[in-house]
């Protein structure tokens, strides 16, 4: 059963603008994942942050996650084209050992 | 670089022709597993080994099977492949505790035809 939802699905912005996505969850977790994956290739590890925290940053990368409402945002700032790709959120729900993938975001960044 | 290599990067299969699809680590985490992603969709874990101990997701279907030699490899094995079968395949380790995430191979991506 799909763990993630993501909103928006599709997002396009121009370059240097910022870009929001969000992902919603059902059940509890140990931590929430965010991945990157663009066209036809693997997936790669963004950032993790797990359930007693509220707020990570890596880079240009901000996520945060709110356990009461289930909800997790990533806001990549000062966008560039090469941020072009597809975005997961991932929950490793409590004493599963497994990640549960999301729909994902696809975003373009134009130049 | 240690990583988590997937062969092959392409791979055309003859509808009901049994197929492999392999995975390597060099990164000795326990933990490796194996994704479907259909095209514009969520990768969907099909099992994952824990050490040896084999774990199956409650909906892969029958005709999917896998093998972990020992630590470094691990192989898909879909038995007689349906044009429904036609995805791309992820491998992916971790260590106990996903510390620090996944790392995933760059796929097989499976044809059937």
């Known amino acids: 059963s799909q763990q993630g939802e993501e909103d928006p699905q599709a997002l396009s912005i121009q370059e240097g603008e910022n870009a929001t996505m969000n992902c919603s969850y059902k059940?509890?977790?140990?931590?929430l994942q965010w991945y990157r994956q663009n066209s036809g290739r693997g997936l790669v590890h963004l950032i993790l942050i797990r359930s007693n925290e509220r707020e990570k940053h890596s880079g240009r990368l901000r996520v945060t996650l709110d356990t009461s409402k289930k909800s997790s945002s990533l806001l990549i700032t000062a966008s560039r084209a090469a941020d072009t790709a597809s975005y997961f959120c991932?929950?490793?729900?409590?004493?599963?050992?497994?990640?549960?993938f999301g729909q994902g975001t696809t975003l373009q960044v134009k130049p | 670089d240690a990583m988590v290599i997937q062969n092959p990067r392409y791979q055309v299969t003859q509808f009901g022709k049994p197929v492999t699809l392999s995975c390597s680590q060099t990164?000795?985490?326990?933990?490796m597993y194996w994704y479907q992603q259909k095209s514009s969709q969520a990768p969907k874990l099909l099992f994952h080994?824990?050490?040896?101990?084999?774990?199956n997701e409650a909906d892969t279907p029958d005709n999917f099977q896998s093998r972990r030699p020992n630590t470094s490899f691990c192989f898909l094995d879909i038995r007689s492949p349906g044009l429904g079968d036609a995805a791309m395949y992820l491998c992916?380790?971790?260590?106990?505790?996903?510390?620090?995430?996944?790392?995933f191979g760059s796929g097989t991506r499976l044809t059937v035809v």
């Open positions: 991932a929950t490793d729900a409590s004493n599963t050992g497994k990640l549960i």
């Open positions: 992916a380790t971790s260590t106990q505790g996903q510390l620090y995430g996944y790392t």
């Open positions: 059940t509890s977790i140990n931590n």
């Open positions: 080994y824990y050490d040896k101990d084999f774990n």
């Open positions: 990164l000795n985490h326990n933990v």
